[in-house]
């Protein structure tokens, strides 16, 4: 399926600091979602985004879907501890039926 | 409320056996999916059903795997004869297009370790 590029690959910030990370596509996609796992469990929906310029939030955490459909971007603000995981974007292809593409995921470690 | 249901948790054999991987959706969901993890190639959609039926395979690696789905509240992913590279985490999850098809419930997981 189409490969979506997320970024950072990684990231270590300290406690109360903002996160922001992002995932780009070459196509154009219908939706756009953010999950979030946690180690030795499956992924976790965190936001669903489903029109494009649509900005929505769910506590600490906002996401865009882009203007060009083609890009979406996370935010957390003041993270703490319980926010560490991996966070993965996914987004659903206009062609592709019910299937969803999976970013490589943002490593995120947050340091008290 | 219980949510997607996937047995076993861990699974380690031998290269060559025969791998069974269970899933159970959610009560009333009508489109199950199955997806392959690893490190390099993150989050990969194998093959997922609508109402027991599969509607895209492409994703199968190669004939050396099959799933079936038998009924509405059970789906299996076999593996035979399993290789060392098809050690993975291996995650079933389920949706409902009444609401949003967009929106899949993943199960934990069954992390597959072929020696």
């Known amino acids: 399926g189409q490969q979506l590029n997320q970024s950072p690959q990684s990231m270590f910030i300290q406690e109360g600091e903002d996160v922001s990370m992002n995932c780009t596509s070459s196509s154009i996609f219908n939706t756009w979602l953010w999950y979030k796992q946690d180690p030795g469990e499956g992924p976790v929906l965190l936001i669903a985004?489903?029109?494009?310029?649509e900005l929505t939030s769910n506590g600490r955490l906002t996401a865009q879907f882009g203007i060009t459909r083609k890009d979406s971007f996370l935010n957390i603000s003041a993270s703490i501890p319980s926010d560490v995981g991996i966070y993965f974007c996914a987004g659903q292809p206009s062609n592709s039926g019910y299937a969803l593409n999976f970013g490589k995921g943002t490593s995120l470690l947050v340091t008290p | 409320d219980a949510g997607v249901i996937q047995s076993p948790r861990h699974e380690v054999t031998e290269m060559g056996q025969e791998v069974t991987l269970r899933c159970k959706p959610i009560?009333?969901?009508?489109?199950l999916f199955w997806y392959r993890q690893t490190m390099m190639r993150g989050l990969e959609l194998l093959i997922y059903f609508n109402n027991n039926v599969p509607i895209d395979d492409s994703g199968m690696p190669e004939d050396r795997f099959s799933a079936k789905m038998p009924n509405a509240s059970f789906s299996t992913l076999k593996i035979q004869p399993s290789e060392p590279r098809d050690s993975a985490v291996y995650f079933c999850?389920?949706?409902?297009?009444?609401?949003?098809?967009?929106?899949?419930?993943f199960g934990p997981g069954t992390r597959l370790t072929v020696l």
């Open positions: 985004l489903y029109k494009a310029g």
């Open positions: 999850a389920s949706s409902f297009e009444g609401t949003s098809t967009d929106t899949q419930y």
């Open positions: 009560s009333g969901h009508d489109y």
